[in-house]
C-alpha cells in the first residue's frame, strides 16, 4: 500500500466514513447489501465462510503506515458523536480483496466454481481451490502497490469502502493479470 499518505489516508476515510463501515439501524435509509449477509442489524460482524483471496494491510514495519492511519480511525471513533450509527470492522480484518472466490451464502452458478458441486461443503471447496492455486505454482506476488482511489463513487456503489487503484500502468497489468489467473483456477476443472 506504498504511496499512501497518512494524513491523506485519515482525511478520504474520515470524509467518506469509510473503512468497510458496517450500518446501525439508527439509519433512515434501506441497509447496504451486507446487512444480514456480513453484518447483523446492530452492527455485528457475522461470520462470513468463503476462499475469497485477499491482501492484508501490513501491521508492522516499513510498509504500515495505511493500517495505522486506519487504526487511528478506529480508536478515535467511540468518542464521535455519530459513532453509535456506524459499526467498523476490527483491525484484524483489515484487507483489499484480490480476487472474490467462493462464498458459503452464494451457492449458485457463477458465483461457485463450475467443477464443483453446489452443494459441497466450503471447506472441500477450499481444498480443491487450495490445491489449484499451489499446483499453478503463482508464486509470491507481493507487494501489491496500490493508491487511493479519490474520485467521486458512482451513484450505486458502496460507500463505505476505501477504493484503490494500481499506482501505475505496470502494476495495472500485472494484477490484471493475477486476477484473470486466478479466475481461470477457480472457475474451471484442472
Known sequence: ???TDR???L?????????ALAPN???ATPPPRDVGRKFSSDGRVIPFR???IICHLDQQGPNSAPFEALLDIYRQL????FARKITLLPPSSYHMTIFGGANDPERKPGAWPASIPLNAPIEECTRIIGERI??????NVAPIRMRVDTSPPSSGEN???IRLLPVDAAEDARLRALRNRLSELMSTAL
Not at 11 to 19: S, T, V
Open 159 to 161: 460507500p463505505m469502502t
Open 134 to 139: 499451489k499446483a499453478a505454482n503463482i508464486g
Open 50 to 52: 468463503g476462499n475469497t
Open 1 to 3: 500500500m506504498a504511496n
Open 78 to 81: 467511540p468518542s464521535r458523536k
Open 7 to 9: 494524513r491523506q489516508l
Open 25 to 27: 439501524p439508527a439509519f
Open 11 to 19: 482525511k478520504l476515510a474520515a470524509g467518506a466514513g469509510a473503512l
